[in-house]
């Protein structure tokens, strides 16, 4: 059995609540109390903490079919939400939401799985092959993160358990989202001059409580389990009501 740190001290219910605040922060950003940097600066976390859950959820499901279909149904559910939060309209062809993101990543996971099961050069090709696929879709489709996003869920998956995988995820996240995803600069001020990075690279710092997880659920309530997802579209939908017709 993988001992536990005391460090460790955040379960997988834990870690969603944390993340859907962080999200909604980001949320409340765009929507109804605009101009507060800080907000958006806070959701850069959500999204690696979420990409980490799916790729855990995906190890420790029993039932991928299901897995994948309460996952592709509530992006079925959050389109409209989505497409109101960030357009303003009720049809939004230019992006999808994180949902999908998600989806495609869990059917690469799929194969990745296949091939980790044969032998280690089969493994490693459909790592690459998930890896350019997976990509090319979630950017094919405009999905929220795109194929960026894909690979983030990815990351947690292959080096998980793996020696030095911490490293490997540090790495990874620096990649990702410190260089190759873009965003609003943050300006910071040091020793008289200005600096600017990448606002997006704060998201690396989700892994300080990625690592703090200790692999057990927290919870197996189904109602909660259920409420974790049903939060990503209801919350989107209340925010874009309260900014479209309420504030407007």
Known sequence: MKQISK????????????????????????????????LTVIGRLAFPIFAFEIAEGFIKT?????????????????????????????IYPYG???????????????????????????YLLTIVVSCILGYSLGSLFMTDYSGYGVLTVFLFYIFHDVKLGWLFQLAGMILIHGYLISGIALKIPFAGHIYEVSQQAVAVLSLLLIWMYNGKPGTKNHICRILCYAFYPAHMLILSIIWLYILN
């Open 7 to 38: 460090f460790q001290c955040l379960d997988s219910f834990q870690l969603k609540v944390l993340a859907m605040f962080f999200m909604l922060c980001d949320h409340m950003w765009a929507t109804i109390i605009p101009g507060n940097q800080w």
């Open 62 to 90: 029993k039932n991928f079919k299901k897995y994948l279909g309460r996952v592709f149904l509530f992006a079925l559910i959050s389109e409209i939400p989505f497409n109101l939060m960030f357009s303003g309209t009720w």
């Open 96 to 122: 999808q939401n994180v949902l999908f993101t998600f989806c495609i990543a869990l059917v690469f996971l799929r194969l990745m799985k296949w091939g980790k099961e044969k032998n280690t050069s089969i």
